[in-house]
């Protein structure tokens, strides 16, 4: 039991656990941000240029408020654009950035070359081809 305690501490405590939790806090805080934004300043701005209600109920028959809520479903819908939006440009804008210090890997220097005769691939210093023996001049 004690090293099933010690295997979970391990697997717990590693950082790719801790970082994780640490964007699902932050994702949700920025959940909360965007719902906001867009019930507070996103919808009335489309009720303006709509006309119509955006917080809409239609009716269903049966039990005393029994509705389908389209305004919330196009509330959510936007939130999630607005959330898919603000993350493509969070990860294209930090992709950017590591690779702005980063300078292009020069190609290294052939480490060999080809014999003229058998066309083996031999050490680019040889002057005697381990294959075929024929003399290299170049």
Known sequence: ?????KEFKEFALKGNVMDMAIGVIIGGAFTAIVTAFTD???TPLISIFGGTEFGGKIPLPGPEGNAILWGNFVSSVVN????????F???KAMNKLMTLGKKKEEEAA????KCPFCQSDIDIKAIKC???TSDIKE
């Open 1 to 5: 039991m004690k090293s099933f305690l």
């Open 40 to 42: 507070d300043f996103i």
């Open 80 to 87: 999630f654009l607005i959330v898919a939006l603000i993350l």
């Open 89 to 91: 440009l969070m990860i």
């Open 110 to 113: 052939p480490l060999t070359k």
């Open 130 to 132: 381990p294959h075929c």
